[in-house]
Every structure is written in structure tokens, then in C-alpha cells.
């Protein structure tokens, strides 16, 4: 009679599950345990909040939809928080387990907390085994090892392209038999966390209405949305062309917070885009969605390649000759959405208001931050770690450094802010969407309502620095010193 415990990390799924599956086929019984780790319910770099309310609304429900797909396997989640280097260990004791199954990560603080589980475990003469299950291209797969990859995109795509092939998804083991034949969760130590134990209250986790989307955690929800998206609304075929959207449900696929949980396979979206590509059309939209997904990839495998150096201010390309600023009051009229810049405010307030922004909108923002303002990077970075309803430490850090110059890009580019507003929101819906105060302004002035003489402010009933404020920089001095 053996026993597997298998530690959920950020692969809350069913589906496609290597290390799940494994564990079913080799085990007679199966213990499937989440351990909440204490550093998520703190403060994370510059006294920020690690997880922000929204985010942590989409893990709890990711557990409870977990929990639920394996009580329909005749299985149970266990969950428990503290330190995994001591909890995991110690329910494998408490299990009689004779191995322990989990997901590999490739970021520092997921790697030394597999560090300190692996070594209680081998203290205890516990077996450990660790599974890849989180990218398109399988780690093994990959034409050359993550240490040894290109640092530019464009030439690793080629290579991995050309020499590597998406693994096909596996279904969901049918039954997960739980120990004791069947024995739930208890109620106390097992309950599913609550916004409480990351110190908010109910209301702060509200999606406001504006949204794009009423966010739901799970791999029941983000199975729906595949769904709802490419066969329902038929939007691939034509996502290339509407992927630079800013408002709505469907110019973007949106499956970005249920892949950084691992409520979906990226290779389960493979598969769905292949069908469609069989069923419906072959285009290249069907090819941008793999794209995209192969850029989170190349993060993934950049973030394992250099490890720590991605959190430092001169990122990997060891940069000391920026001067990085910390002002703080700066920092927070960024944050709060109260530059005085509409475009950078719309995106803030959305992502406070919702936990996503799109694409665009972040890139905006982030060189916003640390291109004309000059304030750390990573004070920009931190607070998208607290806020964003599907911050991956890869995508977040790795484009971070990109916008920040101190990342894979070698051009130094950065956004011209009114030029991206104008080409991206001509009418200007967007920005009078999260800055309503600005909608009495005609197009022209909504993205640079600066321009307005003192007669066309009192017109309009918008008084800079009274009901919108004036900028927080001379915004074209600021390029000047890039240029
Ligand atoms: C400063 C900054 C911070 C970011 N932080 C995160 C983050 O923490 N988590 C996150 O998932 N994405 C992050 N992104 C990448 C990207 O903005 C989001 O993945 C995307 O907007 C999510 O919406 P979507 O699922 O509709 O994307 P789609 O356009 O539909 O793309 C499909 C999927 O491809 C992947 N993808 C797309 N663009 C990127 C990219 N540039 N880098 C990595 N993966 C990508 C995502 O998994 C996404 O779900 C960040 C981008 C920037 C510029």
C-alpha cells in the first residue's frame, strides 16, 4: 500500500497535470495538499502587499474549484499555510507518505522553498520527485538548457520552433483516491484561506463594473473561458488584430490569470488552437496566440537562466549607469492613477480598480515609470506584483526590465505616451472610461488636456489641478533627456 502526497504550487488543475497523474498511476492513495506559504500573506520588496485583494480572491476560489474537482475523483485537497519547508514535510509524516510528487518553478523563492521541503523530506526518509509542467516546450525538450539559451527572443523562438514540439495535454485522471478511504478535509485546520488571512475585507475584492472581465478563479472558470472565447465568440480568428485592445471582454484572450495560477495547460490552448485551426481557421491570428504563449515561455526559461539578477536595479544586463530614483510621493501618485498624464491614470485606476490592465496599458505605464519619471523599476514592478490578478514572477519581472531597459531588449526604446493614447484611444472611450472627470473634453484634449488655455478649461468645466490634476512632469522635457 503506498501513499503519494502530491504539493500543489501554482498548477491548480486537474488537467494536464504530469505530477498529479503520476502519483494516481503509482500510488494506491493519493494526498493532494496546498500549502499557503506565509511570505504571500505579508509584505513583499518596499513594504507593498505581496498579494493584493483581487488576486487573492482568484486563489481562494481556485482552491475551492480544486477541491471540488477532486471530490468528484473521489479525492480531497488538504490545505495548510506556514513555512512548506516545514508544513509540507511534516503532513507527508502525518500521511505516512512514502513519496512527495510537485510542480518545479523556475523563480528564486520557489526554488529554495523546493530546497527546504526536498531536504525535510530527505531528513524524514521521505522520497521527493519534481515535475515541469508549467510552459508550452517541456524544459527537456528544449534544443538547448535554460542556462545556455539566447537572451533574445526572436532567435530562441526560431530554434525552439524549428527543433521542439509541443507536448500533447493529458486528461485528468478519472478517480485521485484519497486516504482513509475518502476521509475529508477537516473543517479548522483544512479550511480554504480567506481575504482576511491576507488582511482584507470582503468589498475589496469587488471587480468594478468597468472591468473587462468579472474574474473567477479555477480550472472550471478557465476551461469556460477557452470555451467562451475561441469557439463560442470565434475571437482567435481575428485576435491578431484586436490583441492592442483596451476595453472589453474579447480583444484579448484574457486567459493570462488562470495560466499563472495553473488552473490552464498552456499546451491544453495548444490543442484548442489546433482544433480550431482544423475546424474553423488557420490564420495568423490562430499563429499569434502560440506566439504569445511562447514569449511567456522564454520568460519562464529567462527567469531560471539568471534567477536573482532579475530583482536587482541594474536587472541582467548589469546596468550602473542609471540613476534610479526613489521618490516616494511620485511613486504613489503613479500608483493611485494621479499623474496628470490620462493615458498612465486610466491604466493605474484600472488595474487598482480590477486587478488586469491590458497589454498595452502596462507597457505604457511601466515606461512611464521608469523612463520619464526614472523611479526604481522595481518600486513599478512590486506594486504590479501586489495589484495584478495574474502576476507570474517570470512575465511580471522579465517585461518589468524590458520596459526598464534592463531586461532582453537591447534597443533602449521607451513609449511616447500621447502618441500610443491618440493611435490606441482616438476618441479617447478608454481614458474617459477610468477618468470620467475628463468627458466633457472633445478628443483632442483628452490625452493631453495640458494644452488647454484657462478659457478652454473654465468651457469645458475641467480645471487643471482642480477637478483633474496638472501634470506631474513636462512630459516632452522628459524625452528630451532620453533622446
Ligand atoms: C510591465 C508588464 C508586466 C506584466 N506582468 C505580467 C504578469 O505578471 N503576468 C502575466 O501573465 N503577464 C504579464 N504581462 C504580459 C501581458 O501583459 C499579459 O500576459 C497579458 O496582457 C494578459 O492578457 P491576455 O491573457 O488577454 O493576453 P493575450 O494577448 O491573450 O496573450 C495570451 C497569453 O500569452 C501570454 N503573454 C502575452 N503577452 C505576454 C508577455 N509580454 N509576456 C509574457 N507572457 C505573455 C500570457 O500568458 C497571455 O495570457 C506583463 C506585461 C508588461 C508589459
Not at 470565434?234 to 488562470?258: M, Q
Not at 490564420?283 to 506566439?291: A, G, H, I
Not at 511580471?396 to 505616451?417: K, L, M, P, T
Request: net charge negative.
Amino acid at each position: 500500500m503506498s501513499t503519494v502526497l502530491v504539493w500543489f504550487r501554482r498548477d491548480l488543475r486537474c488537467h494536464d497535470n504530469a505530477t498529479l497523474r503520476r502519483a494516481v498511476a503509482e500510488a494506491d492513495t493519493v494526498v493532494p495538499l496546498y500549502c499557503l506559504p506565509d511570505r504571500l500573506t505579508g509584505e513583499g520588496m518596499f513594504g507593498l502587499d505581496r498579494v493584493g485583494p483581487h488576486r487573492a480572491q482568484f486563489l481562494i476560489e481556485s482552491l475551492a474549484d480544486l477541491r471540488e474537482s477532486l471530490r468528484d475523483r473521489d479525492g480531497e485537497l488538504y490545505v495548510r499555510s506556514g513555512d512548506p519547508g516545514t508544513v509540507v514535510p511534516e503532513a507527508a509524516e502525518e500521511f505516512d507518505a512514502d513519496a512527495v510528487y510537485w510542480q518545479a518553478l523556475p523563480g528564486p523563492e520557489e526554488r529554495d522553498e523546493a530546497g527546504s521541503v526536498r531536504a525535510g523530506l530527505a531528513d524524514a526518509g521521505i522520497d521527493s520527485e519534481t515535475f515541469w509542467t508549467h510552459t508550452l516546450y517541456h524544459r527537456d525538450d528544449l534544443p538547448r538548457p535554460p542556462d545556455e539559451i539566447e537572451d533574445t527572443f526572436t532567435p530562441w523562438k526560431d530554434r525552439t520552433e524549428a527543433k521542439a514540439t509541443v507536448r500533447p495535454p493529458k486528461p485528468a485522471p478519472e478517480w485521485v483516491h484519497a486516504p482513509n478511504g475518502g476521509r475529508r478535509a477537516s473543517s479548522g485546520a483544512d479550511d480554504l484561506p480567506t481575504l482576511a488571512d491576507f488582511g482584507f475585507g470582503e468589498d475589496e475584492a469587488t471587480v468594478d463594473d468597468r472591468g473587462v472581465l468579472d474574474w473567477t478563479g479555477g480550472e472550471t472558470a478557465g476551461l469556460d473561458r477557452v470555451a467562451t472565447y475561441v469557439w463560442e465568440r470565434d475571437c482567435l480568428r481575428e485576435y491578431r488584430e484586436t490583441r492592442n485592445g483596451l476595453v472589453g471582454a474579447d480583444y484579448s484572450s484574457k486567459f493570462s490569470p488562470w495560466l499563472s495560477f495553473g488552473c490552464l495547460s498552456p499546451r491544453q490552448i495548444h490543442r484548442e488552437v489546433e482544433q480550431y485551426e482544423t475546424d474553423r481557421v488557420e490564420n495568423d491570428s490562430t499563429y499569434w496566440l502560440v506566439f504569445e504563449l511562447t514569449w511567456r515561455d522564454f520568460f519562464q526559461y529567462q527567469l531560471a537562466k539568471y534567477g536573482a539578477k532579475w530583482f536587482q536595479p541594474g536587472g541582467i544586463r548589469d546596468r550602473d549607469d542609471i540613476r534610479w530614483r526613489r521618490d516616494r510621493a511620485q511613486f504613489e501618485r503613479w500608483a493611485r492613477g494621479e499623474t496628470g498624464i490620462p493615458f498612465v491614470d486610466a491604466n493605474m485606476r484600472e488595474l487598482n480598480a480590477t486587478g488586469y490592465v491590458s497589454n498595452r496599458g502596462r507597457q505604457n505605464v511601466a515606461s512611464f515609470l521608469s523612463n520619464n519619471l526614472r523611479i526604481d523599476w522595481r518600486l513599478g514592478a512590486a506594486y504590479f506584483e501586489s495589484r495584478l490578478v495574474d502576476y507570474d514572477v517570470a512575465s511580471n519581472w522579465c517585461n518589468w526590465a524590458y520596459q526598464s531597459q534592463v531586461g532582453n531588449d537591447s534597443r533602449d526604446s521607451y513609449f511616447e505616451i500621447v502618441g500610443q493614447a491618440t493611435h490606441y484611444d482616438p476618441e479617447g472611450a478608454y481614458v474617459t472610461r477610468w477618468c470620467p472627470e475628463l468627458s466633457a473634453l472633445p478628443p483632442e484634449y483628452v490625452h493631453e488636456p495640458w494644452t488647454m488655455s484657462e478659457h478652454e478649461q473654465a468651457d469645458y468645466g475641467v480645471e487643471l489641478g482642480t477637478d483633474y490634476p496638472a501634470p506631474m512632469i513636462d512630459l516632452e522635457a522628459s524625452y528630451e533627456k532620453l533622446r
